[in-house]
């Protein structure tokens, strides 16, 4: 096998993708800074942490050019965790309702 | 079965085409690598898919610890301390909010740049190219895991805050704050002594019969290494 089967792409590609976590990162540091409250923070922090996230995985980690096999198997099984998160919630805000109730 | 020729070319997998072929050729992949008795994965090297597996393990234990502190942040009573506070330094004596934290961001993506460039110079074969871009990104790694040090040190001595409780608000706060960034400060420990150990192989030739896959591999542990930041950053430093 020749090793121009690896993952070969322009320098360039990784350069733009750096500055555009660079300008991410500012942006999300900016929504503590200028002290946004409420939805708007938790919509904004949650969006710029998504694209951030996505921009590494699926350039830096090469994720765009796999298989869609290897896609399915590493991308797939996480999405797991969502219900995790989501019984948990309750379980959180239930203790919450508790313990206000008997210890508020 | 028809065998898809259209392995890994290099281009993305979206500029070929349009979108209906596209996923039509990738679950034609898809059935010929697993409805056959053959590998699954095939044309990815199995250290490759193995660093994979491990990554999803590591992100079910880094999604356990971030829930685990999403549960006792929900149903704490008592006030959560607000990071932006707690972590502000003043510099110059200009008070500055999660200023150190901000830097460790941008360092942790200078570091995943680099990184980036070292895989590339890797199968470029630039063995001097790729072993001192991998150096740059474990020195970035180190003063990384020097300033958590410091962050930490502050916390302990001057904030006074421990696992079990801190004079700002919610016990929880401690306890979670020193079990996450310390599994995650671990985990950039570790990958500093692994990049290393890989950069120090690829500057002897050790891999010179190989595709270098094995900076990839080592790259993809990095790039994980500030994926788990990013949601650290965002949930618990500015939420």
Redo the contacts between chains.
């Keep these: 096998?020749e090793?121009a089967?690896?993952?070969?792409?322009p320098?360039g590609l990784?350069?733009k993708?750096?500055i555009l976590?660079?300008v991410l990162?500012t942006m999300?540091?900016l929504?503590?800074?200028l002290?946004f409250q409420g939805y708007l923070?938790?919509t904004l922090?949650?969006v710029?942490?998504l694209l951030?996230?996505g921009f590494?995985?699926a350039?830096?980690?090469?994720m765009?050019?796999?298989?869609?096999?290897?896609k399915?198997?590493?991308l797939l099984?996480?999405l797991a965790?969502l219900v995790?998160?989501g019984m948990?919630?309750i379980?959180?805000?239930f203790?919450?309702l508790i313990?206000?109730l008997f210890?508020? | 079965m028809t065998q898809t020729s259209q392995?890994?070319t290099?281009?993305?997998?979206?500029s070929g085409g349009d979108w209906r072929s596209t996923v039509d050729d990738?679950?034609k992949?898809?059935a010929s690598?697993?409805g056959s008795d053959k590998d699954?994965?095939k044309?990815?090297p199995w250290g490759k898919?193995m660093m994979?597996?491990f990554?999803?393990s590591d992100?079910?234990i880094f999604?356990?610890f971030l829930?685990?502190y999403?549960?006792?942040?929900?149903?704490?009573?008592v006030p959560w301390p607000i990071p932006?506070e707690v972590f502000a330094l003043t510099i110059a004596g200009n008070h500055i909010?999660?200023v150190l934290i901000?830097i460790m961001?941008?360092i942790l993506?200078?570091s995943?740049?680099t990184?980036?460039?070292a895989?590339?110079f890797g199968?470029?074969?630039d063995r001097n190219k790729t072993a001192i871009l991998m150096l740059a990104t474990a020195l970035f790694g180190m003063s990384f895991v020097g300033m958590q040090a410091f962050e930490w040190t502050k916390l302990i001595v001057e904030e006074g805050v421990r696992p079990w409780g801190n004079p700002m608000g919610a016990a929880q706060f401690g306890s979670t704050f020193f079990m996450i960034t310390g599994f995650h400060g671990l985990h950039v420990s570790i990958g500093v002594i692994y990049l290393l150990t890989v950069a120090y192989k690829v500057w002897r030739g050790h891999y010179e019969d190989t595709?270098?896959?094995i900076v990839?591999i080592a790259?993809?542990y990095w790039?994980?290494v500030?994926?788990v930041w990013?949601?650290i950053?965002?949930f618990f430093?500015?939420?």
């Design positions: 096998m090793h089967e690896g993952q070969q792409h320098i990784y350069l993708i750096w976590l660079f990162s999300s540091y929504v503590d800074y002290n923070r938790w922090i949650i710029f942490m951030k996230a590494i995985v350039i830096f980690m090469h765009s050019w796999e298989k869609l096999a290897l399915c198997a590493i099984p996480p965790l995790l998160i948990m919630a379980e959180g805000e203790t919450f313990r206000a210890f508020g | 392995a890994n290099g281009e993305p997998l979206a990738g679950l992949d898809i690598d697993w699954a994965f044309d990815v898919a994979w597996i990554l999803v992100t079910f999604t356990c829930t685990g999403m549960t006792v942040r929900m149903s704490t009573t932006s909010p999660l901000a961001t941008f993506i200078t995943s740049g990184m980036a460039m895989v590339n199968y470029r074969r595709d270098y896959e990839e790259g993809l790039h994980f500030d994926l990013v949601f950053f965002a430093y500015l939420w």
